[in-house]
């Protein structure tokens, strides 16, 4: 009965363990089919998610490819329909050109700074490429030339220039690219106006000149005989004719012809040994000086010359003639050109005032003296051109107001009258009043 029992408790302890263990692996595979399902659900939102953002992905770049290719075509229409009237324009069918324009600025408005852009730095690529190609080939038929090559004078060079610049469009091109509207650009009477002011009424030529050296397009306007013509008028007036004469051209004339500067100023520096007295404590010594003192001469172009005498150097005078207007101590004359020689008169008036001894009561005696300085000078070119004025002739004229005239003619020999030196002053020509006329 014992063993029945205990092999009765053991079945039901083995069935209990069983039940146990059969629950507990219905509960696992409970709990794994539910994380199953949760992560077969949450990868099927997941890739309907990238389903949908590859598909909007694909659908915003077919979008935009077909914006950009709209885009593309309107500009292509655009500049087509620009060129279009370009060609009209050139053929001379103004009216077609127009309805062509019209067309393409309706579609793109800025349709005209969008060509430019992509044609200039191409242009401009290509003159520069052009230009170094066409100035290796000079460089190296310069080098294998003869003599007679080699000595070609400034109108070989400037019909080389010429020729040059007849295959471009405009006058100068920039070196890089810019965005801005660049000089060489600008009409060519807008140049010359230009230059008129640079030159102005005071024949700064020297300016015009420094110009010239920027670039060949500058070097063209520069030789512009106009200009070179008003020169010679304004500086020998109606005895430079209508024509150069037997000069080359207008600026042969103005440079070899005999005149004056006036970018500057003609200096002359005399000195002299002069005796003083003798001292009171020693009757035996006798004082000797040496007396140095300036003689400064201006021309202007009008005619006007400036005159001052001074034994301050030139750094305290020059700018004492800076302008015609001048006052004391300056004397203001006129001068005119004759073949080789400038010819001045330079006037000064002295008051003095004498009181009558008799007459208390009455008013004061003025007493006027004038005095007129005739003076030739010779042009000569030195180191440069017209840099020195020899003299050549000098007198005094003095007329009282009540008395005789008199002259007196000063001997021109010695070391008393040195020759005039030009020297040129930069502030003097700093800024233009007026253009060339």
Known sequence: MEDDLSTTNRDQFQTSADNVDSSTDQDALWSFRQQWQKELRSTKKSDVNELRQKSTDSTSKEDSSKESNND????????????????????????????????????????????????????????????????????????????????????????????????????CLPKLPKNGVHVGELPLEIILYILKWLVSDQLDLRSMEMFSQVCRGFYLCARDPEIWRMACLRMWGVNCGSSPGNYKSWRSMFIERSRVNFNGCYIS??????????????????????????????????????????????????????????????????????????????????????????????????????????????????????????????????????????????????????????SRVKSYAESSENPLM
């Open 72 to 171: 593309e075509d309107i500009k292509e229409r655009a500049t087509n329909l620009f060129l279009a009237g370009s060609e009209m324009e050139n053929s001379g069918k103004f009216y077609e050109a127009i309805q062509y324009y019209r067309q393409a600025v309706q579609i793109v408005p800025d349709i005209e700074l969008i060509i430019n852009r992509k044609i200039k730095p191409k242009a401009v690529h290509e003159e520069y490429v052009e230009d170094e190609i066409e100035e290796t080939s000079e460089t190296v038929n310069v080098g294998t030339s003869s003599d007679e090559d080699e000595g070609k004078d400034d109108e070989d060079l400037l019909s080389r220039i010429q020729r040059k610049a007849s295959k471009k469009l405009t006058l």
């Open 269 to 422: 520096k005399t000195t002299y040994i002069r005796n003083g007295e003798n001292s009171f404590q020693d009757q035996f010594y006798r004082p000797w000086y040496l007396v140095a003192y300036y003689r400064y001469l201006r021309f202007y172009p009008d005619g006007t010359v400036l005159m001052l005498t001074s034994a301050e150097e030139p750094v305290q005078c020059i700018n004492l003639l800076k302008h015609r207007n001048a006052r004391y101590p300056v004397l203001t004359g006129y001068y005119r050109l004759k073949d080789d020689k400038v010819i001045l008169i330079i006037q000064r008036q002295t008051k003095s005032s004498l009181q009558d001894n008799k007459k208390s009561k009455k008013q004061d005696m003025l007493k006027k003296t004038e005095f007129i300085y005739n003076m030739e000078f010779q042009i000569r070119s030195k180191r440069r051109k017209h840099d020195q004025l020899q003299w050549d002739h000098y007198s005094i004229v003095t007329k009282p107001k009540k008395g005789e005239e008199t002259v007196t003619n000063f001997e021109l020999r010695g070391p008393q009258y040195p020759p005039l030196i030009f």
